[in-house]
């Protein structure tokens, strides 16, 4: 079955780090989104794993897969005010699928303290 | 090319009333996508196109929801008979559709049903 899972909150002081955890269920999902979401916006994309990868660092940003145990986490260093949204992890079911089409998670709501 | 526009934007109706959303994808985007996201919740997947064709449909859309992308260009989602239940964020997104191809949201159409 295709079921994605996110812890609900995070709360982190102006910067620290965050961690943002995400557990997919779906073993042919190659790829693996994190998106954010600010008020009344849509959805951004921020990074993507290939499941062949462990790791990936972009800036600020920095993805760990474990396949094995199917879980993602999102890091984001020197969290700012601006970080503040909901993210949001998806997986893109690749069999007998070829929509790729999005499982989105529940959102993980991050507030960053002054 | 400004990215995937829906309009409206807002749209509050009258149970019962029939309402329809419109969806402009990024130019040469051969891959359309409707989601729907509740409150507190991820965007779940309502249907996709691939060129005109439409490949896809989730059970979440009902008899009462119809999706058209008749030049293979803007498309429309047309919910009948409206229920409070259909109140959402209506989230359209496009990708060229190679296999990982960023998928652009738009800002959505948020339904309020009365």
């Known amino acids: 079955g295709e079921d994605v899972e996110q812890s609900l909150f995070l709360s982190v002081r102006e910067g620290d780090s965050s961690v943002i955890n995400c557990t997919y269920t779906d073993s042919s999902s190659t790829y693996l989104y994190w998106y954010k979401q600010e008020p009344g916006a849509g959805l951004q994309l921020l990074t993507y794993?290939?499941?062949?990868?462990d790791m990936k660092q972009d800036q600020r940003l920095t993805v760990l897969l474990n396949k094995k145990d199917k879980h993602l986490s999102l890091r984001i260093a020197d969290t700012q005010t601006g970080d503040s949204a909901i993210y949001f992890c998806a997986e893109s079911p690749r069999w007998m699928d070829s929509s790729y089409k999005l499982i989105f998670g529940s959102g993980t709501r991050l507030l960053v303290r002054p | 090319d400004t990215g995937v526009s829906q309009d409206p934007r807002h749209k509050i109706t009258k149970r019962g009333q029939n309402v329809t959303f419109r969806c402009d994808p990024i130019?040469?985007?051969?891959?359309l996508y409707w989601y729907r996201q509740t409150l507190g919740q991820g965007p779940e997947f309502l249907t996709y196109f691939q060129n005109e064709a439409q490949l896809e449909k989730s059970r979440l859309l009902s008899d009462r929801f119809s999706a058209e992308r008749p030049k293979g260009s803007f498309s429309t989602l047309e919910i009948q008979r409206t229920e409070q239940g259909d109140s959402a964020m209506y989230l359209c997104a496009s990708s060229r559709g190679q296999e990982n191809t960023e998928a652009f949201f738009g800002q959505g159409t948020r339904l309020t049903v009365v």
């Open positions: 130019s040469e985007h051969n891959r």
């Open positions: 794993i290939f499941s062949n990868m």
